[in-house]
């Protein structure tokens, strides 16, 4: 199993930025989310997306500028972030969650919101 997000960068607030999560070596899961982790802060999640019927799931903190999405025939699911704000700066991370309670975890990206 294979997780490989992509995607961040330095931005400045009010700007708009797409995270990649490629997905390799699984079919069947529950959902795939995305995370992150600022620095000195508790890994928060902030969206997820089901495999059988697509139903997505917002963290308050990103309800309305962040929307989670997927590409069956790429295998990847995205994160589109916009009105970036100093406060979205963190480490980036998705995940996915197996039917048997497994959770894989890819490598982050770095997403920095500063003027």
């Known amino acids: 199993v294979q997780l490989q997000a992509s995607g961040g960068g330095l931005v400045q607030p009010g700007s708009s930025l797409r995270l990649s999560c490629a997905a390799s070596?699984?079919?069947?899961?529950?959902?795939i989310g995305w995370f992150r982790q600022a620095p000195g802060k508790v890994r928060e999640g902030l969206s997820c997306?089901?495999?059988?019927?697509?139903?997505?799931y917002y963290a308050d903190s990103v309800k309305g500028r962040f929307t989670i999405s997927r590409d069956n025939a790429k295998n990847t699911v995205y994160l589109q972030m916009n009105s970036l704000r100093p406060e979205d700066t963190a480490v980036y991370y998705c995940n996915a969650k197996m039917y048997s309670g497994v959770a894989y975890w890819g490598k982050g990206t770095l997403v920095t919101v500063s003027s």
């Open positions: 997306i089901s495999s059988r019927d697509g139903t997505t």
């Open positions: 070596g699984f079919t069947d899961y529950v959902a």
